[in-house]
């Protein structure tokens, strides 16, 4: 995954940022759907490791150096062995997965958010440049002057002919 790529947002193209929003919010919903299923195919793996476990300890406790049985020192057995923590780390793993790409699914849907303040603000003409007002007595002086300048030369072209 590659979403911190995929939720940028290129304001000079919302059009296009528009189009793949509905491909992208499908694209991580897949993959955190798919995370889902891994993490209960990983807690189904350690619950069967652990009734494993319980059985073998149960039928030969000496094997796991245990001389009363009780649940809390099965409990413990089970906890310390290798294949019970690896497939719990396995879970874990699994599951950091599944929460990223959760994370993931909800930054994509913010980016929806965004995109449509950005294009209300686009419509609201935020990103257009600056615009001065209008001195309306300083235009008004210029043409004055200009037309001054124009009568000027008129006159001198007027008399020199």
Do not use: C
Request: aromatic letters at 6%.
């Amino acid at each position: 995954m590659n979403y911190e790529q995929d939720i940028r947002i290129d304001e000079t193209a919302l059009d296009i940022e528009w189009l793949d929003q509905p491909s992208l919010m499908m694209k991580y919903g897949q993959i955190s759907a798919g995370t889902r299923a891994d993490v209960d195919r990983a807690k189904e793996a350690v619950d069967i490791v652990k009734a494993t476990l319980d059985r073998k300890i149960r039928e030969t406790p000496e094997d796991f150096d245990i001389t009363k049985i009780t649940e809390a020192s099965v409990e413990s057995a089970i906890l310390t062995t290798k294949e019970y923590q690896n497939a719990m780390n396995h879970y874990l793993e699994t599951k950091y997965e599944n929460d990223m790409a959760y994370a993931a699914v909800k930054a994509v849907d913010a980016r929806k958010d965004t995109l449509e303040n950005l294009v209300r603000l686009h419509g609201q003409q935020y990103f257009a440049g600056p615009k001065m007002p209008r001195d309306l007595s300083f235009e008004a002086q210029q043409k004055h002057n200009q037309k001054k300048a124009n009568s000027v030369v008129g006159s001198m072209t007027r008399k020199s002919k």
